[in-house]
């Protein structure tokens, strides 16, 4: 089942120094590292009906319940070449633990892909849940990623992890 999310507070972007060039890959493929570089953080939080949590309902704490969340991330690009994406837990609970013979929460696989938006691509992460357990919730995911290529445009002062001046 796919859920509904959105970044929570503000992402954390640090742009890097590159000097563009051009990797010569093992295999005679070549890799251009694109003019920039970008660190990038946050949490997603689950959020399917408005309300904070993505919650089982059935009360058979036997079955596995699949989530699938997308969640578009980070900047625009006008070309992106490589990202390194990492997802992790940020929030769980249960609301039932006393209660419940089997609990599980776990990310079975997350990836990345590159979504077509208004004056470039943006990535967005593709992240497969599981739970398991009456009133058991997901609430939040933390990212992490570094990505290389050509910004749209730059960030914004308000849009960097950084002490100006």
Do not use: C
């Given at each position: 089942?796919?859920?509904?999310?959105?970044?929570?507070?503000?992402e954390?972007?640090?742009?890097?120094?590159?000097?563009?060039?051009l990797?010569?890959?093992?295999?005679?493929?070549?890799?251009?590292?694109?003019?920039?570089?970008?660190?990038?953080?946050?949490?997603?939080?689950?959020?399917?009906?408005?309300?904070?949590?993505?919650?089982?309902?059935?009360?058979?704490?036997?079955?596995?319940?699949?989530?699938?969340?997308?969640?578009?991330?980070?900047?625009?690009?006008?070309?992106?070449?490589?990202?390194?994406a990492?997802?992790?837990?940020?929030?769980?609970?249960?609301?039932?633990?006393?209660?419940?013979?089997?609990?599980?929460?776990?990310?079975?696989k997350s990836?990345?892909?590159?979504?077509?938006?208004?004056?470039?691509?943006?990535?967005?992460?593709a992240?497969?849940l599981?739970?398991?357990?009456?009133?058991?919730?997901?609430?939040?995911?933390?990212?992490?990623?570094?990505?290389?290529?050509?910004?749209?445009?730059?960030?914004?002062?308000?849009?960097?992890?950084?002490?100006?001046?």
């Amino acid at each position: 089942m796919r859920m509904e999310s959105g970044i929570h507070g503000k992402e954390q972007l640090i742009l890097l120094p590159l000097t563009p060039q051009l990797f010569q890959l093992r295999d005679e493929a070549q890799l251009p590292s694109g003019d920039h570089a970008v660190v990038l953080s946050g949490l997603i939080a689950i959020d399917p009906e408005g309300t904070i949590g993505a919650w089982v309902s059935n009360p058979d704490s036997d079955i596995v319940h699949n989530w699938e969340i997308v969640q578009p991330v980070g900047p625009v690009w006008t070309k992106l070449r490589q990202v390194s994406a990492s997802v992790s837990m940020a929030g769980i609970a249960s609301k039932n633990a006393d209660e419940t013979d089997h609990l599980r929460w776990l990310i079975n696989k997350s990836s990345w892909f590159a979504i077509l938006t208004p004056g470039g691509v943006r990535i967005a992460l593709a992240i497969d849940l599981a739970i398991q357990g009456f009133l058991s919730g997901w609430l939040s995911l933390a990212y992490h990623l570094v990505a290389t290529g050509d910004l749209t445009q730059m960030p914004s002062s308000d849009e960097v992890s950084a002490i100006l001046g």
